[in-house]
């Protein structure tokens, strides 16, 4: 599956939200099925080289180069405990998220499967656990169960991912979590000065609209690589420590 075929198929996503119906992408970890939302997903892909990153936990693989844009791999068996191996060629499935593209590996991508509302049930109460924590819902099919995930939920609380955006795990100073931002997350950084500078003088510099800049400092913001103080009657927006000069 790639990201053409992602896309038609959700040409006709909110038709079919309207009338009651989930696409949800289909996986595997070990013998059970996950799903997540297609709308959360951007792009499926084999498993390739990923590059180790120190001081991160177990369940950050690292991060791949997908068309110039470095993103961060989380192993979901590792990040919900589950034992056992990944086979020889796990799928990588790109998903959204507030920081940015996320990877998670997981064993395969089986199929985009259309279900309707009513047959997604809230998770018991007895759900305990990484799984349960990160649960949607249950939804059956057939005579299979189909964990349903909240992949906000699994990246919001996956805190070290967000800071590989920063730069702020790779030690000193770096490009590194610069190459993470989107085009115009970059065009905003690089137009504030060290001294920093107005929110309309910066909306002047980047010739953007001001929900487009709005958008993009917010981004910024979450990422810790800018911060917005008060100089005298006026705020002033700096880049922090981590972005290099």
Not at 213 to 234: E, M, Q, Y
Request: aromatic share 4%.
């Amino acid at each position: 599956m790639n990201l053409q075929v992602k896309r038609r198929a959700g040409d006709e996503v909110s038709g079919r939200r309207s009338r009651g119906e989930e696409q949800i992408v289909v996986f595997k970890l070990g013998d059970e099925d996950y799903g997540i939302e297609i709308r959360q997903v951007r792009e499926i892909i084999r498993k390739r080289a990923i590059t180790p990153v120190p001081r991160q936990p177990p369940y950050v693989e690292g991060v791949i180069n997908v068309r110039g844009t470095i993103i961060p791999v989380i192993n979901l068996r590792k990040r919900f405990g589950l034992k056992g191996e990944f086979p020889e060629n796990p799928n990588t499935v790109i998903v959204d998220s507030v920081d940015g593209m996320v990877g998670i590996l997981v064993d395969s991508v089986s199929e985009v499967i259309r279900l309707p509302r009513d047959r997604i049930h809230p998770p018991p109460s007895i759900a305990s656990g990484m799984e349960g924590e990160y649960l949607r819902g249950i939804c059956r099919i057939d005579d299979q169960l189909l964990l349903y995930l909240d992949v906000e939920k699994i990246l919001s609380k996956a805190t070290p991912v967000a800071t590989l955006y920063s730069g702020s795990q790779l030690g000193p100073p770096t490009h590194t979590g610069l190459s993470l931002l989107n085009r115009d997350e970059q065009k905003v950084l690089n137009a504030i000065p060290a001294t920093g500078a107005s929110k309309t003088r910066l909306i002047r510099k980047v010739k953007f609209g001001k929900g487009k800049f709005d958008k993009s400092l917010a981004s910024l913001s979450r990422k810790g690589l800018v911060k917005i103080s008060k100089d005298g009657d006026r705020r002033v927006i700096r880049r922090t420590t981590l972005h290099p000069s």
